[in-house]
């Protein structure tokens, strides 16, 4: 059994005396609620933090996801339409190869008004467009023409020899001094050619020996300095970067900055008239603008040029007899290799458009004689 303890019994509450000093009974101790605990003020703050920090950190990873989702979706499109206006860029080769090899079919003359010289007007497809223009590279100098070993004239006969012994003979030499003057200036001298398309371009006269001859060293494979303008591998050594000389043709016009002498000012100045072939070529006269015209002898003017321009027509000149026997050339001599009538290298040049992406191609198209034709080098860019 549990008794219950008796009631105090000490006097009522409204008898008390209040007296803050007197101590306080046994019963008055017992009769006391118990305090209720506070809480502590930091500890509040620490929570609240804490939480607020859980909420920042989940919303930074979830923006950081967002945003890799939208980047990654970004990319994925930008790739898919990179793609596409590749594809269609690459259409434009087609085009121009089939083009090309229709055109070796009517005729062996090129001319600028065959169908492969009027340019691809745009052409719209879903959510892009595609155009395109044909030229030809042989209406401009050939950079490779001062590497490659200029083949003998076909209309220039041999030395004239004894039979017998296999000797040049003196007298026939004194005979036909003249001649063999004449004969000589039929000889194709490349480097000639390209210094007279530097002067008509209008570079400093000081400078041209200087570019032909450091251009000559960078392709040939030795290390004998042509003077006094040539590089070897000793001056291109002896910069703060250093490389050496190619000793290799040239694959684009674009090299040329890294030969002595050649800048980028000078180079978009040369670019419209030069190229860079696999083979030694000559300048169609068909299709060639003034300044390759002038480069073809010193004594052509601008007028003399304009004329042989003018006269060559819609359909232009039927072959280099034609062209050598126009009266403005009267008493000019031109090596009968330096020209020609057809082509056989086109550079064909691509844009194309695809939702936000463009594309910009050349490609270089070798269109050999009753063989198909095909790409022997293409690039993302200007040529």
């Known amino acids: 059994m549990i008794w219950a303890s008796p009631p ?9 005396s209040l007296n803050v000093g007197a101590p306080l009974s046994d019963c008055s101790r017992e009769s006391m609620p118990l305090a209720m605990p506070v809480p502590d003020l930091r500890q509040r703050g620490i929570a609240l933090i804490t939480v607020l920090l859980v909420i920042a950190l989940g919303t930074v990873i979830a923006v950081a996801l967002l ?13 898919l339409e990179s793609d596409q206006a590749s594809l ?20 062996k003359t090129d001319h600028l008004e065959e169908d492969w010289a009027s340019p691809l007007n745009p052409i719209e497809v879903e959510n892009g467009l595609v ?21 003998p004239s076909k209309t220039s006969p041999p030395p004239q020899t004894d039979n017998r012994q296999g000797i040049q003979d003196p007298t026939v030499t004194s005979a ?7 004969q000589k200036a039929k000889i194709y001298h490349p480097e000639k050619q390209f210094q007279r398309l530097l002067e008509v371009l209008g570079i400093d006269s000081d ?35 250093p490389y050496r000389t190619g000793g290799i043709p040239l694959r684009l016009p674009g090299e040329l900055l890294s ?30 603008p003034k300044e390759v015209l002038m480069s073809l002898s010193e004594r052509i003017d601008p007028n003399i040029a304009s004329e042989l321009i003018e006269n060559r027509g819609e359909k232009g000149y039927t072959n280099i007899q034609q062209f050598l026997q126009q009266k403005s050339l009267a008493g000019i001599t031109i090596p009968p290799d330096a ?5 056989q290298y086109f550079l064909v040049e691509g844009h194309s458009k695809f939702g936000n992406l463009q594309k910009r191609q050349y490609s270089v198209i070798s269109r050999p004689n009753n063989k198909p034709a095909r790409i022997i080098l293409r690039g993302e860019g200007v040529y």
């Not at 269609?88 to 005729?107: F, H, N, P, S, Y």
């Open 67 to 79: 945003t890799r989702q939208q980047y990654d979706i970004h990319r994925t499109r930008n790739i």
């Open 339 to 343: 020209i020609t009538v057809s082509s």
């Open 207 to 241: 400078k041209i020996q200087i570019l032909t001859q450091s251009l000559q060293d960078w392709t040939d494979k030795d290390q004998d300095t042509h003077y006094p303008g040539g590089a070897e591998d000793a001056y291109y050594m002896d910069l703060t970067l």
């Open 259 to 288: 030969i002595q002498g050649y800048d980028q000012a000078l180079l978009e100045k040369i670019s419209p008239y030069v190229t860079a072939l696999p083979e030694i070529t000559a300048v169609n006269v068909n299709t060639a």
């Open 88 to 107: 269609l860029v690459r259409g434009i080769e087609d085009w121009a190869q089939e083009l090309l090899e229709k055109d070796m079919k009517k005729g």
């Open 8 to 16: 105090c019994r000490g006097p009522s509450r409204s008898r008390l």
């Open 131 to 151: 155009e395109g223009q044909i030229r030809d590279l042989q209406a401009r100098f050939n950079l490779n023409n001062l590497y490659f070993p200029v083949k």
């Open 176 to 182: 036909t001094g003249d001649l063999q003057q004449a």
